[in-house]
């Protein structure tokens, strides 16, 4: 009868209303975990480079570059779905001492070529400082 058909649409609607909220959440999460597993990879990267060199890697310039791909750290992001971009900095202008900064982009919606960091990772005398923006 359509009094049962109207109870039958208000609990999906009920559901869905409930439901669809979980499932955004879980997407968000897959997607930082894609950033962590990049910064991870960075990490990991300039640590091999600093047990080899005894200093962390930098660019000529001694400021972050930006790129999807570091030939020399071997770490790459161009396979990634989310996060494409990233830059590593070690030094410069901004930190002195043995201290490793990197970070994790994504590309903005309807804007175009622009990127923000949306994670970083700070790594300071042995210790792995993590936070999301």
Not at 31 to 45: F, Q, R
Not at 64 to 93: I, M, Q
Request: with cysteine; aromatic share 18%.
């Amino acid at each position: 009868t359509l009094v049962e058909l109207v109870i039958v649409i208000a609990i999906v609607i009920i559901l869905s209303a409930i439901s669809v909220p979980i499932y955004r959440g879980y997407v968000d999460k897959a997607k930082m975990s894609e950033g962590y597993a990049l910064l991870g990879a960075i990490l990991s990267a300039q640590k091999a480079y600093y047990s080899e060199y005894g200093t962390f890697f930098k660019y000529s310039d001694g400021y972050s570059h930006e790129t999807c791909y570091d030939p020399v750290l071997n770490v790459d992001a161009r396979g990634n779905k989310y996060f494409t971009w990233f830059y590593a900095c070690h030094g410069g202008a901004y930190y002195s001492g043995d201290i490793f900064l990197a970070s994790a982009y994504k590309p903005v919606p309807r804007i175009g070529d622009t990127r923000y960091a949306v994670l970083q990772v700070l790594y300071r005398n042995g210790v792995t400082y993590q936070e999301a923006n």
